[in-house]
C-alpha cells in the first residue's frame, strides 16, 4: 500500500479555478471528477477504502473497478484527492505510487492552469479585456485592456 502525502506547499484558494484547471487537463473525462461537501475516503489500487478523505476526488483504478467510475490517474492506481482545509483552500493529496506519474510536472501545470483561470476571472470581474499570447521565448503573456 502506497502512503499518500500531503503535498503541504500545493494549496489552492479557489474551488472555481480548480475545477477549471481539471477541465482543462481531463476534457470531457473530468465529468468523473467528484466533487462532494462531504469529505469521502481515498481508494486504493484494489478498490480498498483509505483513512484519507477529500472533496474532490480525482478517480484511480480501485474506484473504477468498484464502482465503475472511469480511471483518470493510470493503471494500478491510487485515487488522487484535494481535502478542504479550515482556510477554505484544497490541499493536493496523491500516493507516492501515483507521485510517478502525477509528479512535479503535473502538479505545476495544474498550478498554473489554476493561476490562469484566477487571472482570467479576476479581469473579468474589473471590467478588463484579456489576450493571451506566446511570446518568443514560448511562455505565455496575457494582455490586459480597460476601455475607460
Request: glycine share 8%; net charge positive.
Amino acid at each position: 500500500m502506497s502512503a499518500y502525502s500531503h503535498i503541504s506547499e500545493v494549496k489552492f484558494n479557489s474551488l472555481e479555478c480548480l475545477k477549471e484547471a481539471l477541465a482543462e487537463i481531463y476534457g470531457e473525462e473530468a465529468a468523473a471528477i467528484i466533487y462532494t461537501e462531504e469529505a469521502q475516503h481515498l481508494m486504493g489500487y484494489q478498490g480498498d477504502t483509505r483513512p484519507e478523505v477529500a472533496n474532490i476526488i480525482i478517480p484511480g483504478s480501485g474506484r473504477a473497478k468498484r464502482k465503475g467510475t472511469p480511471n483518470l490517474v493510470g493503471s494500478a492506481s491510487n485515487d488522487i484527492g484535494f481535502h478542504l482545509q479550515a482556510d477554505g483552500s484544497y490541499k493536493l493529496m496523491i500516493s507516492e505510487y501515483d507521485s510517478r506519474k502525477h509528479g512535479v510536472d503535473w502538479v505545476n501545470n495544474l498550478k498554473k492552469l489554476a493561476a490562469t483561470a484566477l487571472i482570467k476571472k479576476n479581469a473579468k470581474k474589473n471590467g478588463y479585456t484579456i489576450k493571451k499570447v506566446t511570446n518568443q521565448a514560448g511562455n505565455t503573456e496575457f494582455i490586459l485592456a480597460k476601455i475607460v
